[in-house]
């Protein structure tokens, strides 16, 4: 990897952030603006949460920890990978990291360089194309289709595979379409990886409990076949309400191979971040060991949002909008709107009063499509898709 200013020149944008500055800006204006742009919880951070960090403060935990994460909180990872996966994982293999991104960041630093490839979800998370162009490794989407409920096609996928393929990037619950891929294809995309052994796989489940009717998340842990070449990324960020904290894990691979891998990132933490405070990683402890019922009420929350989001969709002229199965996203086709996603989305922003991305921010496939996050209240949602009704009917194109 040649690392230059050009190279900084090719690093990307989450625009979900620049959209909710100017939510932010329009608001502070004094226009009424409802905000489903953003991808976080709109709860607290459950209070005993809250209060394992003010309490590690005041016992004095405020000094670097190892920069792998003290073991206590890579421990709790392992009890709760455990605990939603059936899997035993080392603590020698779990790194506390400071948000899920950094993991991300790592493993795509580790296997992109000029001449390699790295296949990533389209429409996906943007920051995983944008790393990807940093490292000069060539990007190549895999398409992420609706009519495939928005899950990976394991034959689609497999097909992309070159000798040059260096990393494959999965995400299951996904961001931004809430698509969930189920057991059978990532066993079929499984069984297609054993030919392709020189592929490292990054799973990022960081919405592995965000599941609805019944639907569960399938860990790429749970295949021993893949394990000494698996990054898994995960964090509290999602689950228990905590994307300031800059909290997240990943679980690398076993040693001897994955040994060196978890001691390269060790030593990137090292360089650049030292380690996670230390009050945020006793938070997470409590986190993952305390009372669930916060984040099952979260999960209720959603759960009746996403109906009233999905049914006020399709009730809107020229859009349709399939029944996401995880994390907090909607992700309808407005393409019988006659209009262009991004500009329907900067259009119900500035006249409409209501937050939402482009589905061209999630990569070229999110054309047709916009993404809106139902983290909000139910009263809010009503009244965005109030608002985009009136938009749509006054501004048919
Ligand atoms: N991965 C996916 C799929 C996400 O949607 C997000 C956040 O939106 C992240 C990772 C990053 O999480 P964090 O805020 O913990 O860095």
Known sequence: MLQTIAAFDRIGEENAFAVLARATALAQ?????????????????????????IKALRDGHHGYTPATGLLATREAVVRRTLATTGIEVSPETVMIMPGGKPTMFA?????????????????????YRSMIEFTGARPVPVPIREENGFAFSAEETLALITPRTRLLILNSPANPTGGVTPRGEIEKLVRGLEAHPHVAILSDEIYDVMTYDGEKHCSLLTFPEIRERLIVLNGWSKTWAMTGWRMGWSIWPNAPEGGRLYDKVRKLAV????????????????AIDGPQDEVEKMMRAFDRRRTIVVEGLNGLPGISCITPKGAFYAFPNVSKTGWQAKKLANALLD???????????????????????????????LRAIERIGDFLEKNAN
Request: net charge negative; proline share 9%; with cysteine.
């Open 29 to 53: 204006s004094g226009k009424d603006i409802v905000n489903l742009g953003i991808g976080q919880p709109d709860f607290r951070t459950p209070e005993h949460i809250v209060e394992a960090a």
């Open 107 to 127: 493993a795509i630093l580790m296997f992109g360089e000029p001449g390699a490839e790295i296949l990533y979800p389209d429409p996906g998370f943007p920051i």
């Open 271 to 286: 360089n650049c971040w030292s380690c996670v405070n230390a009050p945020s990683q006793f938070a997470g402890i409590a």
């Open 351 to 381: 006249d409409a009063g209501v937050a939402l991305i482009g589905g061209p921010d999630f990569g070229v496939l999110g054309e047709g499509y916009l993404r809106l996050s139902y983290a909000n209240s139910e009263e809010n949602i």
